[in-house]
Each structure stands twice: as structure tokens, then as C-alpha cells.
């Protein structure tokens, strides 16, 4: 483009329409660099977010087991829970937290997996665990599941997890949950 315009641009009576054409070459130039750069840098910011979202997801430990979960906070996602998915990861979860300990009941409705749950008191201890739920094939005919002690937290987790993990009920849980209340290691 620069020797095109060389060759046009020695003749005098075209000199203002030469280095305005070589001012527009190189502005545009600079202007597309910039743009190259600055959708780099986005790409790279964009990637180290998601590092460090990776790096500081919620997880629950119990004994060896870590367990990265979702958070189930508002009445709509408590309502859904798990059932807004369609398979579980081995070493994922639901967390459900309530803002005071009570018997909180859950159901297999609308679920497409069997799955364990574990309820936790104020005190970190695992105090029940329902095994192996399978889901409702009827609404009418799906029964619901309560601990036997008030709970605060109550942990979905894959069907025979707390089998194959030898979790029981005395077990003390962990939480790393960023930017919540729920923070104890």
C-alpha cells in the first residue's frame, strides 16, 4: 500500500491527497493495533476471571472428600434444587443453608437421579443422611425425607457417595464458601 502510494503520490498536484492518504494509512494502522492490543488484554483478564473463579468456588470437605457445590440460597433455587439438573459430577454437590436451624423436609420431585442428602447442624456435624433416593415416578406417590434433629444445612450430593466415602452421621463438615457468612475451615 505504502509503494502505491509512492508511485501516485510524485506529482505535485496530488500532494495533499498523497499525505492525506498516508495519514489515514498509518492512523488506521494505529488505530487497529490499538484495538488488536486492547482485545488481548480483555481475553487474558477474561481468562485469569475465570481462573480465579475456578480457584475460589464453594466446596464443602467432609473427612477426605471434597465436595464443589452450587449454592441453593433463594426460595426458588431451595424449591429446584437439583432437579434443574440432569446428571451429577462425582465430586459436586447442592448446598442448601437456612438462616435458622429447623426440620427441613426435601422430596424427590422433578428429579432426573437418584441422590444422597445430608443434613448438617449449627454445629457442623452431620446429624442425618437419607441414602440412595430414587426419583418420584408420581407426584401423588413421592413421599418427602426428614432428619431426625434440626438441621441448618442440608448437602445433595450423588446417590452412594456417602457410602463409598464412609460419611456418617458425627461426621464434622467444612465449608469454604467466599463472600457468604458460611465460612468455616
Not at 443422611?129 to 413421592?142: D, G, H, M, T, Y
Request: charged share 20%; aromatic share 12%.
Amino acid at each position: 500500500m505504502i509503494h502505491f502510494l509512492s508511485n501516485r503520490c510524485k506529482s505535485k498536484t496530488i500532494s495533499l491527497f498523497c499525505m492525506f492518504s498516508i495519514f489515514t494509512f498509518l492512523f488506521l494502522i494505529i488505530i487497529f493495533d490499538d484495538q488488536i492490543v486492547l482485545s488481548q488484554k480483555v481475553n487474558n483478564n477474561l481468562t485469569n476471571t475465570n481462573t480465579t473463579k475456578t480457584t475460589l468456588a464453594p466446596y464443602v470437605k467432609i473427612k477426605d472428600s471434597v465436595i464443589h457445590v452450587d449454592l441453593a440460597i433463594t426460595p426458588d433455587e431451595q424449591s429446584k434444587g437439583l432437579s434443574i439438573k440432569n446428571k451429577l459430577n462425582d465430586s459436586d454437590g447442592m448446598l442448601f443453608p437456612f438462616d435458622t436451624p429447623g426440620d427441613y423436609s426435601f422430596w424427590m420431585k422433578d428429579m432426573k437421579f437418584p441422590i444422597d442428602i445430608i443434613w448438617i447442624d449449627s454445629n457442623y456435624k452431620i446429624v442425618h443422611i437419607e441414602k440412595n433416593l430414587q426419583p418420584c415416578i408420581f407426584f401423588l406417590l413421592c413421599p418427602s425425607y426428614s432428619p431426625h434433629a434440626n438441621s441448618k444445612y442440608v448437602l445433595e450430593v450423588n446417590s452412594n457417595f456417602t457410602t463409598k466415602n464412609n460419611i456418617t452421621i458425627g461426621d464434622r463438615v467444612y465449608f469454604n464458601i467466599p463472600n457468604s457468612k458460611i465460612y468455616v475451615k
